[in-house]
């Protein structure tokens, strides 16, 4: 079935280390968004990638890294510089080129630092 | 930059009757707004989205929303509300920037619907 696959679902972290979260789809779609969830605090754009091999920071890239070498895939990078790291992370996709922007969401990668 | 609100944390609505959730949005030009649904530990599903066309717009689960200009408000509603409507809503609105090649989905607070039985 087509969608997307986030993992790990759950990961924890000492702190002072880099994590990485995978995020790939098989929609055949181009833009590739990552949010990130706090409670009371609703989604907020990390970063995100209109087409293969560029991407933009969103409202909260410091301590974030992310690359895009092929169409399918998103990771995302934790830093050890990100300061607050712990909270659940969504990966979305959407396809582009006239697109009304409906999202399709992965379920999500909970982190907890330690 | 394009904003949406939504002014409630929390709505409380006994099974049956009919449910609103608002949002209130911020755009410059033509507003592409959405509605979205989480379940506790998922991702957001899409429930419906307003483009343009009808005010009344219709979508998943028997969820529909209506876009009011005058007002600036894309309020979500449903005639008789379940119990398996309890969950987490997200109104969204589309920021295009063709200058700088923003293109991206700016989400609400989100606010959180119990339906009691």
């Known amino acids: 079935d087509g969608g997307i696959t986030q993992s790990p679902k759950y990961l924890f972290r000492k702190e002072g280390q880099n994590v990485t979260l995978s995020c790939e789809q098989n929609?055949?779609?181009?833009?590739m968004y990552w949010y990130r969830q706090d409670p009371g605090q609703g989604l907020r754009l990390i970063y995100y990638s209109q087409i293969v091999n560029d991407f933009q920071k969103g409202d909260i890239a410091e301590g974030y890294s992310v690359s895009r070498e092929k169409k399918e895939s998103f990771p995302l990078t934790v830093t050890s510089a990100q300061k607050n790291p712990t909270a659940f992370y969504l990966c979305?996709?959407?396809?582009?080129?006239?697109?009304?922007?409906?999202?399709?969401f992965g379920e999500g990668s909970r982190l907890t630092v330690l | 930059a394009q904003s949406v609100a939504q002014p409630e944390d929390q709505v409380n609505v006994a099974e049956g009757n009919p449910l609103t959730v608002k949002c209130t949005y911020s755009?410059?030009?033509?507003?592409?707004l959405f509605w979205y649904v989480q379940y506790p530990n998922r991702g957001l599903q899409f429930l419906l989205k307003y483009i343009t066309g009808d005010n009344l717009v219709k979508g998943s689960y028997g969820f529909e929303a209506e876009f009011n200009k005058s007002q600036t408000s894309f309020h979500l509603k449903k005639p008789s509300a379940l119990v398996s409507d309890s969950a987490l809503y997200f109104c969204?609105?589309?920021?295009?920037?063709?200058?700088?090649?923003?293109?991206?989905?700016?989400f609400g607070k989100g606010t959180r619907l119990h339906i009691l039985p």
């Open positions: 929609l055949n779609h181009d833009a």
């Open positions: 755009v410059s030009g033509n507003p592409y």
């Open positions: 979305a996709s959407s396809p582009s080129g006239g697109n009304t922007g409906e999202l399709f």
């Open positions: 969204a609105v589309r920021d295009i920037s063709p200058m700088n090649r923003d293109d991206k989905i700016i």
